[in-house]
């Protein structure tokens, strides 16, 4: 057995791990290299829809269903009934997969909603929503809002 000294452990551990690191890996680890053509399954397989194109967000919409800016200070001054969302970063995130994924509304080309398994904001009365609808005006700019039956 070889004797150590406790000022010389961490030398030792330091030298034998670089030699294990600058050791060439095992065979067993070397990557499977990869096919030159795919396999004729992948070939059959249909094309997958391409997903919406992003929407740029328009920013002075979306602010007015965003707590604390002074977009939504204006509407309660206004008595304006407001969804409002969580926060400014969530607000935009939900918004975006909203357009992307959500469902058109019939009758309303403009309208997209989606419906969350989580709160996505706060009604005007004080309850919890899990959906949100988006818009798009006529330059193509959406914003959103949360909307849906309140949850207790």
């Keep these: 057995m070889i004797a150590v000294r406790p000022r010389s452990l961490p030398r030792l551990l330091l030298v034998a791990w670089l030699a294990i690191a600058s050791s060439a890996p095992p065979s067993w680890a070397s990557p499977k290299p990869t096919p030159t053509r795919p396999p ?3 070939a059959r397989e249909p094309a997958k829809a391409a997903p ?12 007015g269903h965003v707590a604390g800016t002074p ?7 206004q008595g304006i009934p ?14 975006r997969k909203t357009w992307e994924t959500g469902t058109p509304v019939p009758g309303r ?12 904001g706060i009604s005007p009365n004080g ?14 700019e959406i914003h959103g809002h949360p909307f849906g039956q309140e949850v207790k």
């Excluded at 080309?109 to 996505?120: A, G, K, S």
């Design 82 to 95: 407001t969804s409002t969302f969580f926060g400014e970063r969530s607000g935009a995130m939900l918004t």
């Design 109 to 120: 080309p403009q309208l997209r909603e989606r419906m969350y398994p989580h709160t996505t």
């Design 127 to 140: 309850g919890f929503q899990r959906g949100v609808r988006v818009s798009v005006n006529k330059k193509g």
């Design 71 to 77: 977009q939504h200070l204006n509407r309660i001054k």
């Design 40 to 42: 004729a399954a992948a």
């Design 52 to 63: 919406r194109e992003a929407a740029p967000i328009n920013r002075q919409q979306q602010a």
